[in-house]
């Protein structure tokens, strides 16, 4: 075993630090002027980023991107986690990068260049539209949209919710049935649809934890009335829908977890700061107190823990794939997430009133970051497969 | 002992609680369109409800409330408590609950006329400045604003924030040092300040949790530039600031928790309905997950658990006053308040993506009632004292 | 509600207390050298008990016991817990308790002659049959140990573990399979035994948490081969074995939970006599860490919680019948025997090595009252009939 | 990062599982019947193991160990921590362990050649005085034994407890303090005492969780009257006793946190056992219980990230020395403590009845690994420690 990181990724996390500590921190409190009024100031910080060499380090290099190992990929997320606005300017922000690893996988040679090379230039945005409002998103099986062949064309008739970032995105892929009489997991299948045809509702970015955001910072609820589609627009081939899910998820949830891992870093920066800052009384700081030493230690050991998994995982799959890293995963799913939902929850309690308020990317993380316990599955339903999957190994 | 509510209170409670039902839970999808959408809507239940004989249930029947013993409104707060209009519209929202309670007891009859009257009849609004930006909230004895003489005035200069709905309300209760020399509790008053004087700058509607609100629903930042006040406008004497204050937060907490118990009724109500109505496969509900079941069980223990110890908490604070209820106010603040997160988390879990927006109250209650455990003293203080209290009561 | 406590019971509790200080607890050292040590010394506290007029609070008065009603009785059950040795100095002690309260309820005259009233006496001991080693006990339909009528005899075969106190005992009542074909939950019986008859095979008293025990302090594993007893010896009619069961478990959780309260007591008093005086360094004592004041809050908010809580629970059971108590009986089981493991475990980390030792009852506590979130039902089955009956009550 | 294993140590640590599945954990039944009892069936197992090579992995080459790099050397702790008694078998037993270590370093040749070779051979055991009872363990500052140097000899006084396996050891290493005018931590050394000379009183075998134990199962409090011992017996120089306490304790926790995790694998080896043993009701199996995958899910994350850590700390000690590690061993040991509590109390809760008796090993795990939050710094003081380090990588 060894755990070094070599000298040069040691050097391109400190310039990647760097260029968060002095470029993104700093623009922080615009984030509460909303989406339209961010988005060209991190324009611009995207420009600097390209400049630097640090554009999209989880894209291939033949699409523009730095090509980096698992590994190496997994601690730029961290370090790109640490402000709310990292993967965005870095190229690497959700659900962009899934849909171009996807891209990049099944699609045709017409799709990579009218999808994924704009997107993986940062030209457009894009949406990915699975979950639906009726049915448990843990169990896929149970969609219900559709799309239906008539001539050369998918017609497609549904209703999707959650569909992060379609405020201003350019095309979402869509998962529908198209075959409800094959096995259960050859039903559905990836549409890419342009958002700009006839028949797409936004019926509304939903209201979460008290706001609908707008364009990039939003989740909408969409209907598909009779949107009809060129055929050519299948991304890989009927019913191969799940199939594609699936790759799309394990690299996804060492990003996830990576990226979790830099919120935890950053909150645990915040309460430090806090608590080397704060009088309580007679000169003693928050610092002192033993209870935030208990919160401090706690934190680091968690984190500490939680990340050597992480990047275990990452090597698992790495080096013998995604299927062998199964349980790895679904591990670290459920276990980082509650991991950062404690350690961001410490350090809002540390921070008193000011915790509560937007002064600190802490109530955004501690609000909206709760959902890391429910998307791409809840934890119930990955302990039960890890579960199931610890007792298979002994049978 | 005698577990039982008289007929009479039952009959009282089962009212309130069809009113909630009936009449403001189906007004919860307002809330998202703000303050000043929905305030009319809440002004005409307000008329509904003074013609029902249940406003103000924490006001004496001299000033046109109920008069209600102690008991008896702990149990009203846990039925408004269940929705987040239901405080307003009985007229029992803080902070005019508490300002009126100390305007009651303090007020000479010149500003019980001009302040509690009106407020008592929901003519206008009001707020309480004692928070300080950069000043431990724990500690008032660390205060910075202050009032001082001049001929017939106060001229009040200070920095105050969360001074929670102080957009529209037509005067504050500010905490300011007006006598640096005494004796750490003896240096602080408390005035009457209309918010129509010059001097008054409104910082900002500070953003909690990814947004601001605006009137009743908006906690400002706030300064006084000299800031004149008649002397008149005292409450009480000079120097009582922290009796005053004190006298404020024992009934405050009982009614802070009972409120809290009711929103853990409502979400317990949210789970088990989401949990019977939800399917996860092959007509296998949520609520037949052990999992979910877990949650239910442990909801209704830690519930019914704190809820008799709050109702106790009242009785010793009705029989015994507040000094000798003191230990059990601070237990029952940390330990409600940390029942409330857990419940609220586990019902917003069970309601996978749903829960993570404002089609339920979960979010909200979620994201905001996450101050529970800091206001009114943080879960750390409170735990100190009642550690000393204990030890204290062993020597 | 009042939660005030009659005069008369203050003056009962406090008299009870005092014998257990004077008394009980300096006879603890004692424990550790075994049953047959310590025996004679608890008959003459017996003794003392008797005189005092405190003996069996726990039983009606027509059979000399104090005829309390049920909260007075868990208030006393509280005192009595403080010590491992204070239910059966005060002749209230598991499982004599139970099998009194049945051979008081469904005993025949010739059966309350011969085996309750040596019973209440104090004369001899007795044990109760019923887990068995190869079935889950939290299913009781599940019984393998069969009793088959033969003439005026019944001739009963099994293999019982955890029939706790047997060793020494005078008899045990066995729970066996009468009807096979019968109802599921009238296919048992409960048949008095006495111990001094052949088949009966003492296999071992099971070592539990590293030691075997003996006399009242061991659990059994025994065999019935062929034991043959007067078909008189049936308690009640065939096939009411659940039924009584379940009679014997209702007030039997209440007594539990009050005496796992006492033990809370005790354990937070100890924490806070070694808190007061540990010295750390420099004359900081234990009671200046936080830490160690947060374990203090917690348990007292924790304990007072449960206590009104286990009390209302009595409360609904004297007033309302078992059946209307049953949620609330749930409840309190799996809620109070949580807390008892928590506390417990914080008093014990507190005396840091010295809690490992049996210089103090912690680590026997810590160790033998693990059970108490198994017998009578393992947590888990607990919550899954709590939240099947809350979520019933919605329907 | 690589977090492979050498085909040659994966090997070696089947071999060890293969001879602790097939020799050892057959053995567990008779640990219940006392050291005397099991002492000579474990030297016969103790000779197997020296013919296959694997005696001592803890050991340097040279006095006859394995002399394995500091990750092997963990892994083999996690592979022998699988039974209460692999690490007897395998000559890793403390505290004999820690004694050759810092035999090996600071001994001179003589010491070496009396006490390190018969140890190291396992013909004779050692124990190691430090505790005392009157003072805080976790602070060695205020230590009260002593040794006078008088002549050619030292002459010892003082009173120790917890020294464990005392009782059949050779001989015992005491730290006492030498100079009480020394600066704090320069005040004490080590002291090698050879059992069989006057003065020694050994008052008792403490009492544990319910059982004094005997021989090396034993933890026993002792006295020194005047003992008197030749000058050439202090190990290393005088003063150095901290220095040498230092050395002792870094690697050590390595060892035990491996060792943990090595029972936290057993434990969860035998849940799921249970798990899928059980029947529960109609064919349905403890194993298909959700409540019974949370434990196992839960259980293997926190063993996997745990595990990852540990064996992360070993590195960084390996590559860059203990001061460097001693932020990651600080929380190595109390995180990994609370992970083998919880994990032992789910998989003992798993067992029902069967749990709490000594038919598995998880009741002697449960009671008796209570001390692992305890001994070598109670997780309070680490905590402390590892925020102080925190804080101080900030400034």
Redo the contacts between chains.
């Keep these: 075993?060894?755990?070094?990181?070599s000298e040069q990724t040691q050097t391109l996390l400190a310039r990647t630090q760097r260029f968060v500590d002095e470029e993104l921190i700093p623009l922080e409190p615009e984030i509460?002027k909303g989406w339209w009024h961010i988005e060209p100031l991190l324009q611009a910080k995207r420009e600097q980023v390209k400049k630097l060499g640090l554009w999209a380090p989880n894209l291939p290099q033949d699409i523009g991107g730095m090509g980096l190992p698992l590994?190496d990929l997994g601690l730029m997320f961290e370090v790109m986690g640490q402000t709310p606005i990292g993967n965005y300017v870095f190229g690497a922000q959700a659900p962009d990068a899934g849909n171009m690893e996807i891209l990049h996988e099944f699609g045709s040679p017409e799709q990579q260049d009218s999808w994924l090379k704009p997107l993986a230039e940062g030209a457009i945005r894009s949406c990915f539209a699975m979950?639906e409002?009726q049915t448990?998103?843990?169990?896929p099986?149970?969609l219900t949209s559709r799309a239906v062949r008539d001539g050369d064309s998918w017609v497609i008739n549904g209703h999707k919710?959650?569909t992060s970032c379609f405020d201003g995105a350019a095309f979402t892929i869509a998962m529908v049935v198209t075959d409800d009489d094959a096995e259960r997991h050859q039903r559905a299948s990836m549409i890419i649809v342009p958002l700009d045809i006839p028949g797409i509702e936004h019926v509304r970015n939903?209201?979460?934890?008290?706001?609908?955001g707008e364009g990039y910072f939003s989740h909408a609820e969409i209907k598909f009335h009779d949107v009809r589609v060129p055929a050519e627009n299948m991304l890989g081939e009927p019913g191969q829908g799940f199939l594609i899910a699936q790759k799309r998820l394990g690299p996804g949830r060492i990003h996830h977890c990576m990226r979790w891992l830099g919120i935890c870093k950053r909150a645990?920066?915040l309460l430090?700061?806090q608590?080397?800052g704060?009088?309580?009384?007679n000169g003693e700081r928050l610092?002192d107190?033993?209870?935030?030493?208990?919160w401090?230690?706690?934190n680091?050991?968690?984190i500490?823990?939680?990340r050597?998994?992480t990047?275990?995982a990452a090597?698992?799959g790495d080096?013998y794939g995604w299927k062998a890293a199964r349980?790895?995963i679904?591990?670290?799913k459920?276990?980082c997430a509650g991991i950062l939902q404690r350690v961001v929850d410490r350090a809002?309690?540390a921070h008193?009133?000011?915790?509560?308020?937007?002064?600190t990317p802490l109530?955004?993380w501690?609000?909206?970051e709760?959902?890391s316990?429910?998307?791409d599955g809840?934890?119930?339903v990955?302990?039960?497969k890890?579960?199931?999957q610890?007792?298979g190994s002994?049978?």
Excluded at 136 to 139: F, L, P, R, Y
Excluded at 206 to 212: C, K, L, T
Excluded at 352 to 359: A, I, K, N, V
Aim: glycine share 6%.
């Design positions: 075993m060894d755990f070094s990181v509460q590994i979950t409002p448990a998103g843990s169990n099986t149970l919710w959650f939903i209201s979460i934890m008290g706001h609908a645990q920066k430090c700061q608590a080397l704060r009088e309580v009384r610092a107190q033993q209870t935030i030493q208990n401090i230690a706690e680091a050991a968690e500490e823990a939680a050597c998994m990047l275990k090597w698992t080096h349980t790895e679904g591990m670290i459920y276990h809002l309690q008193g009133s000011l915790g509560m308020t937007d002064d109530a955004h501690y609000s909206h709760r959902a316990r429910i998307y809840p934890d119930e990955h302990k039960q890890v579960a199931q610890v007792l002994l049978a």
